[in-house]
C-alpha cells in the first residue's frame, strides 16, 4: 500500500493531487487543519493535512497470484488422495471464503458509513460519478456521517442542492412539449394551461401535433373546452407554422407533440423538424421519474437535438427513487421547471423548487442509509 501526505489550501487542490499522483482508486484516510508560518504563532496561516492511500498495484498481483498457486496445491493435493477428506475439504472452503474476502477488500475499502451511505444513493438510482463526488466530499468535510442523527438530514440536504438545478419560467409565445412515449406530455400541458389561464390570468390557445394518437387529439380538445381556450390540430409542419401564426396574438401558444422513442432515429428527426419548424421560445422536455439512470441519460443524449430549455419531471407518484432531481440538471444542463405528482389537472403540479426538492431526496436517503 501506497501512503501519502499533502498539504493544500482547500479541498479541490487535494482532489486534484491525490488523482494527479494516486489514481482516481485512492481512499482519504485522514484530514486535519494545521497552521504554517508566522512568528510564535502570530500571522500563521491555516492549510488541510490530507492522509491518502492506494493499493501497490504489484503488491496486489503478486499477493492473488500467491493465494490462487496456494489454492491449486490444494486442489491438486486432493485429487491424489482421498476426495472424501473432510479436512482438505474443508481447507479448500476456507481458502475460497479467505480468497473473496480479500479481493472484496481491496475492491472497496470502505468503512461502513461509506458503505451505507453508497448503497442508499443507489437505491435512489443517483449516477455513479455523482454519488463518487459526494462521497469524497463527505470524506473531505466530515471525516463520518451518522446516519442515526436526525441532523444528517440536513447535512445531506446542503450536499445535494448544488446538483440540482431549478427554474421556472415566465412562460409567454410559445412554448413545445417534447419526450418519449408514454411520459405524460399531454396531461401535463393541460395542467400548465389551466394554471397559466386561472392563476395566471394569461391568454392562452393550444396546438396539437400528435396526430398518431386520436385519443390524445381527444383529450385535449376536452380540456380546451373545459378551459375555454381555443385548440388547433396540425398534420404537417407546414399546417404547424400556420396556426402558430394564425394565433400570435395570444399570450402563450403551447404545443403537444407526439411521444417519441430515442431509438427510433427517424423518429427523433421528425421532432427536430417540427421543433425548427415552431421555433418556440421555451421547449419542455418531459421525463418520467420511473425511467432508470441510463435510460434517462439515452433520452437526454437523443432529445438534446432540439435544445431543450427547461425539463419537467413527470409521475413522480409512480416511483420512490428521487435520484433524478440530481441527474437530469447534470446529465442534460437544463434546469427542472415542474415536478407532477398524479393525474389530476391542474392540481397535481408543482414549481421545481432546488430547496425543497433537496429536502425530499435526503430525507429518503437518510431513511435508507438507517436501515443498511
Do not use: C
Not at 499533502?6 to 487543519?33: M, P, Q, W
Not at 470524506?139 to 446516519?147: G, R, S, T, V
Not at 400528435?210 to 409542419?237: F, G, S
Amino acid at each position: 500500500m501506497i501512503v501519502k501526505k499533502y498539504v493544500v489550501t482547500d479541498i479541490k487542490e487535494a482532489f486534484e493531487k491525490i488523482r494527479v499522483e494516486l489514481g482516481k482508486d485512492a481512499v482519504i484516510l485522514s484530514t486535519r487543519k494545521i497552521k504554517k508560518g508566522g512568528f510564535l504563532g502570530i500571522g500563521a496561516k491555516t492549510y488541510i493535512e490530507v492522509t491518502a492511500a492506494t493499493s501497490d498495484k504489484k503488491e496486489q498481483q503478486s499477493e492473488e497470484k500467491g493465494q490462487i498457486y496456494k489454492l491449486q496445491e490444494i486442489l491438486s493435493k486432493s485429487k491424489t488422495n482421498n476426495p472424501q477428506n473432510v479436512e482438505e475439504i474443508s481447507e479448500i472452503k476456507k481458502m475460497m471464503v479467505e480468497l473473496k474476502s480479500m479481493i472484496s477488500s481491496q475492491r472497496t475499502n470502505e468503512p461502513q458509513w461509506v458503505e451505507s451511505f453508497r448503497k442508499a444513493l443507489k437505491k435512489q438510482d443517483i449516477d455513479d460519478e455523482i454519488s463518487d463526488k459526494l462521497i469524497e466530499y463527505s470524506k473531505m468535510k466530515y471525516q463520518e456521517l451518522d446516519f442515526s442523527n436526525e441532523n444528517t438530514r440536513l447535512i445531506l440536504s446542503e450536499m445535494f442542492l448544488p446538483f440540482i438545478n431549478t427554474s421556472v419560467p415566465d412562460l409567454k409565445g410559445r412554448v413545445l412539449f417534447a419526450g418519449p412515449t408514454g411520459v405524460g406530455k399531454t396531461t401535463t400541458l393541460a395542467k400548465l394551461a389551466a394554471k397559466l389561464k386561472l392563476s395566471e390570468k394569461k391568454r392562452v390557445a393550444v396546438i396539437t401535433l400528435d396526430t398518431y394518437r386520436i385519443a390524445a387529439v381527444d383529450q385535449l380538445k376536452t380540456y380546451a373546452m373545459l378551459l375555454d381556450v381555443p385548440i388547433r390540430v396540425a398534420y404537417t409542419p407546414k399546417e404547424a407554422k400556420l396556426e402558430v401564426e394564425a394565433l400570435s396574438d395570444y399570450d402563450v401558444i403551447l404545443i403537444d407533440t407526439a411521444g417519441r422513442s430515442q431509438k427510433n432515429d427517424l423518429h427523433m428527426s421528425e421532432i427536430k423538424a417540427m421543433s425548427e419548424i415552431v421555433s418556440p421560445d421555451f421547449t419542455f422536455l418531459v421525463i418520467g421519474m420511473q425511467y432508470r439512470s441510463e435510460d434517462v441519460k439515452e433520452v437526454l443524449t437523443k432529445f438534446s437535438m432540439i435544445s431543450p430549455t427547461h425539463v419537467i419531471l413527470s409521475k413522480m407518484d409512480e416511483t420512490s427513487a428521487l435520484g433524478h432531481f440530481v441527474n437530469v440538471p447534470n446529465f442534460l444542463k437544463a434546469p427542472i421547471a415542474f415536478i407532477t405528482n398524479g393525474q389530476r389537472v391542474p392540481d397535481d403540479i408543482l414549481e421545481a423548487n432546488n430547496r425543497e426538492l433537496a429536502v425530499l431526496l435526503s430525507r429518503e436517503v437518510l431513511k435508507y442509509a438507517k436501515s443498511s
